[in-house]
């Protein structure tokens, strides 16, 4: 079972205005885990992100490491998560996390990463050494992948559907030979891509074995300006094989196009393809030719090259004069044959090939020949020329050509009397004679000076060795072979087709280079003939930093927990290395990163602040501008502060403030807990203000701390008001009118904090025994009764209630009946009956006869004012309240003395108590029937009229006895 370590923490304020320090409960971090979202398969170039979870209070800091066999590992991150945006191969490896508050810190187990790859660009190898024809060899394939790529290998033969060789890694020769040389690739596959080498060419022949790579790959560019080259090099004879090639470098590479320059300025092509092949030249395929190269970036056309065709004499056709020929005239036969090579006519004494018949002359020897140029104006590069040597000699001479150089043993350039070039070139330039021979002697001619005039050649460039640095000075130069010679201009290439010069001189010269002079240049040299173009060169002008530029990624309000990427960049050559800082009050600031970004994963409050980068290289170094970094983010949980922090009193000033970590800065919202779910607010504002605070508002309080960002609830606070007793008052259970024999309870009410001791008192005097705040009679008595009241006392002070009075209530007792006179009653007089009973509340009385349904009379008196013999009988006086009723009957009669009336009164008395529970279940019987047949709401209420014989009169007020007393008097004999 794992332990965990608890810190009770109890801290003694002594009284002020501070908030006090709250009971607090903290733990080191548990051992934390790692969880990796997406749970399945990585790939490379996918978002992934380890989240690290550990229970700790206080909240912990997360650091996240990944496994090497270094012990000492450098921190990846800070932070719950750690994110990789487009994860990498690179990035596969042991990763854990470890979880830190100040009692303790705890390291999470490892997880692994794998990252699932398509295979990369594979490597081909072979053994080192020279290999010889008929001994085995083999080529290796290898890529990096993952999982592991499949091989195939494949022969390059000009088809789209290549055989695989092999689908193993090794391509395996066991005797190798000639046959095997070619052009050899492969390609890696796995389920997640393929890739394909570049070409591995072998040439194999049984002296040496030569393998090398045909081209790396390189980045997009449109075709060079093509050359073209003939083979074979030398004389073209018809007939003969010939093949052009033209060449480009391109990438794409580039589609070639023939073409045969002729007057029509539309040329259809000739032929498609890198050469043009005649497999047995003719004369008519003499002329000039060019191709194109073009790819989807471009075209370019080459020079023209001009095919000139040898071919010997083709059968010579014979002219003569027309008509006759008479012996001793003049004739003349011509001989004529296509021919493009020297020939000559033979004439022998046996037979006539073709001669011309010529006036005969003496012999002589050659004189001095005499060369004339064709054309005798200014010679151009490319012209035809002809030097023809002259003299006059007989037999005919015969001529040789020769060009002057320091040798004086000069080789002949060509027999005949016509030196002629096709297409001169500026070498051909120089000092030419000839000689002219016969059997006689021989004559050399004077020197004649041969000046062909060209366009510049491909400019080359030249510039200082070693680094360039700003502000050293600097000259480019510019040089090309060109008759006349050369004007050169100077251009910077910017991708624009109409560039301004920038100097007109063979040197570009820099008094102080700027870094912004690098670049590309290029110069162009130019006269009468032509212009030439020379290749850019590069100018990489070297420097310290610039001051760095830093970018906020994103540039929006930064929230807590996004991802943030600081960038510092500087122009700089050559690249710089970058540190990054975090300003502090420390001079000595340690840096955080030495990457041209520095990388939040999940960017916290903590990290808000001053950031600055710096820019190095070996040049010199340089500081940006520091940066605010303002991490906005939601409320913490507020905490609640109570200002007094000691016992809160009534009547006193009392605070409530309210506290949380946000920005931007919390709104704050204050409550009172109660039942009701939605509770409205009491007030806004960081204080919840008492100016003088009272017992209503004890209770549950609790803020809320909100901003955009979210919305945090504090925990409640309990606000208990401490006041002496309120207003006092004693209510009495179930009544303070109260039927005797009953249970009453008293209870004194008044709030006091804390609770109030307790004093009952009855008609002021105390009551022993009674302390709480409720006095109890269990079975109240006529000496209960009086005035009672309560005192309330706590620290705070003393109250004393208002007083109850307690009024025991009871039956009437059996009523006692007088009757006025007490002598004997003459016919005639006035008799007066007096009923009593006692009773509480009082009693009303009732008067009956006998036989007779209606009552007599109402009230305690009854009188008769005119006695009759009549009016003899029994009567009953009834006395009732709300508790109960009681009857006594009696006799009168003319002549009869009142004592013994009373007497039969007594007797009759006995009679009534014994007949009292017959009559109330009649009486119950009744209510009974009287409840069925109750008067609807608001129907009149019917009145009984007593009996209206004028001999009767009713001393009390009441004459009339309505239906509802009758109904109450029912109800109350009910409660007998």
């Not at 912990?60 to 590992?73: C, F, G, M, P």
């Not at 890739?195 to 045909?214: G, R």
């Not at 050359?227 to 794409?252: F, H, M, R, Y």
């Amino acid at each position: 079972m794992a332990m965990q370590t608890f810190l009770l923490s109890v801290k003694n304020h002594s009284l002020s205005s501070a908030p006090p320090s709250p009971l607090t409960l903290d733990n080191a971090p548990t051992i934390p885990s790692v969880s990796v979202s997406p749970s399945d398969e990585i790939e490379e170039g996918s978002s992934v992100t380890l989240t690290c979870s550990s229970d700790a209070n206080p909240a912990a800091n997360y650091t996240w490491y990944k496994r090497n066999n270094n012990s000492d590992l450098p921190p990846l991150s800070e932070g719950q998560r750690l994110v990789f945006r487009s994860i990498q191969s690179s990035d596969s490896g042991q990763y854990y996390c470890t979880a830190e508050n100040k009692l303790g810190m705890k390291t999470s187990k490892d997880i692994s990463i794998d990252v699932k790859y398509g295979p990369r660009i594979p490597s081909l190898s072979r053994p080192s050494g020279e290999i010889e024809e008929g001994s085995s060899m083999a080529l290796t394939c290898s890529s990096d992948a993952n999982p592991a790529a499949n091989y195939t290998w494949f022969r390059e033969n000009g088809n789209a559907d290549l055989p695989p060789l092999s689908e193993e890694a090794q391509l395996v020769f066991r005797s190798i030979q000639s046959s095997d040389s070619g052009q050899y690739f492969c390609r890696a596959e796995n389920e997640l891509g393929r890739s394909t080498s570049i070409l591995f060419e072998l040439i194999v022949s049984n002296t040496f074995f030569i393998c090398y790579v045909i081209k790396m790959s390189s980045p997009p560019d449109a075709p060079t300006i093509p050359s073209v080259s003939v083979s074979p090099s030398d004389e073209i004879e018809e007939g003969s094989s010939v093949t052009l090639t033209c060449s480009s470098d391109a990438n794409p590479a580039a589609n070639y196009t023939w073409y045969k320059r002729n007057n029509n300025s539309d040329l259809p092509p000739l032929s498609e393809g890198q050469r043009l092949v005649f497999r047995s030249i003719q004369s008519s395929d003499s002329g000039q030719y060019y191709c194109s190269a073009e790819n989807k970036l471009g075209m370019k056309t080459s020079k023209d090259i001009s095919i000139d065709v040898k071919y010997g004499p083709r059968i010579p056709s014979l002219s003569r004069p027309s008509g006759e020929i008479n012996e001793g005239s003049s004739v003349t036969l011509t001989c004529s044959s296509d021919a493009n090579i020297l020939f000559e006519l033979i004439v022998s004494n046996t037979f006539f090939i073709c001669y011309v018949i010529k006036m005969s002359s003496p012999p002589d020897a050659p004189t001095i020949p005499s060369v004339s140029v064709s054309p005798s104006d200014e010679i151009e590069e490319g012209s035809s020329v002809t030097l023809t040597c002259s003299s006059d000699a007989n037999p005919a001479t015969n001529y040789t050509w020769y060009k002057r150089n320091n040798n004086s043993d000069l080789p002949p350039l060509s027999e005949g009397q016509r030196l002629v070039f096709r297409s001169i070139q500026s070498s051909d330039s120089g000092q030419y004679y000839c000689t002219a021979e016969n059997k006689l002697g021989m004559k050399t001619s004077k020197d004649i000076s041969i000046d062909v005039k060209y366009g510049p050649r491909i400019p080359s460039l030249s510039r200082p060795s070693g680094e360039i640095e700003e502000g050293s000075s600097m000259a480019l130069t510019c040089s090309s072979d060109a008759n006349p010679a050369a004007n050169y201009t100077w251009f910077r290439e910017n991708g624009n087709a109409d560039l301004p010069p920038l100097s007109e001189e063979a040197q570009l010269v820099f008094s102080s280079t700027q870094s912004s002079d690098s670049g590309q240049y290029f110069c162009r040299a130019e006269n009468e003939l032509g212009n030439s173009t020379s290749v850019n060169i590069f100018i990489n002008v070297k420097y310290a930093p610039k001051l760095p530029s830093v970018s906020v990624r994103p540039s929006a309000e930064i929230e807590e927990g996004r991802s943030v990427t600081l960038t510092c960049s500087s122009d700089t050559n050559p690249a710089a290395n970058y540190t990054w800082y975090k300003k502090n009050r420390n001079a000595d600031v340690p840096p955080l990163t030495t990457e041209p970004k520095l990388v939040f994963r999940s960017i916290q409050s903590s990290d808000s602040g001053q950031y600055f980068c710096r820019a190095e290289n070996k040049l010199g170094r340089s500081t940006s501008e520091t940066i605010l970094i303002d991490v906005k983010y939601a409320p913490t949980i507020p905490s609640v502060s109570v200002s007094p922090s000691d016992e809160i009193e009534e009547g006193s000033s009392v605070t409530l403030t309210c506290s949380s970590d946000a920005n931007p800065a919390a709104n704050y919202t204050w409550y009172k807990r109660n039942n009701n779910s939605d509770l409205p607010p009491l007030s806004e504002g960081q204080r919840l203000f008492f100016s003088s605070i009272q017992s209503s508002d004890s209770g549950q309080y609790y803020c809320t701390a909100e901003n955009k960002l979210g919305m945090k609830t504090s925990k409640d606070i309990s606000i208990d008001v401490k006041y002496a007793p309120k207003t006092s008052s004693v209510s009495a259970s179930p009544s303070a009118e109260i039927e005797i024999g009953k249970s009453l309870q008293l209870t004194c009410k008044g709030g006091a904090n804390p609770a109030a001791n307790y004093t009952w008192y009855k008609d002021n005097q105390t009551l022993p025994w009674a302390s709480n705040d409720i006095h109890q009679l269990a079975s109240i008595t006529l000496e209960d009764k009086g005035n009672y009241h309560c005192a309330s006392k706590n620290k705070y002070g003393q109250i004393n209630s208002t007083s109850v009075h307690i009024d025991v209530q009871y039956a009437p007792e059996l009523p006692s009946v007088s009757v006025s006179p007490s002598a004997e009653i003459e016919e005639g007089s006035s008799v007066t009956l007096t009923c009593s009973s006692d009773a509480n509340p009082a009693a009303n009385y009732t008067w009956y006869k006998e036989d007779e349904d209606s009552p007599k009379a109402s009230g305690q008196i009854f009188t008769i004012t005119d006695f009759r013999a009549e009016h003899s009988g029994s009567y009953s006086c009834g006395a009732q309240n709300k508790l109960g009723r009681s009857n006594s009957t009696f006799h009168l009669s003319v002549g009869a003395d009142t004592s013994p009336m009373m007497v039969n009164i007594t007797r009759f008395s006995v009679v009534v108590l014994v007949l009292i529970p017959l009559l109330l279940v009649c009486l119950w019987m009744r209510k009974k029937k009287a409840v069925s047949s109750t008067t609807e709401a608001n129907e009149p209420i019917e009145t009984v009229e007593l009996e209206s014989d004028p001999v009767y009169e009713n001393v009390s007020d009441l004459n009339m006895v309505s239906a509802e007393q009758s109904e109450e008097q029912e109800e109350q004999e009910d409660l007998v």
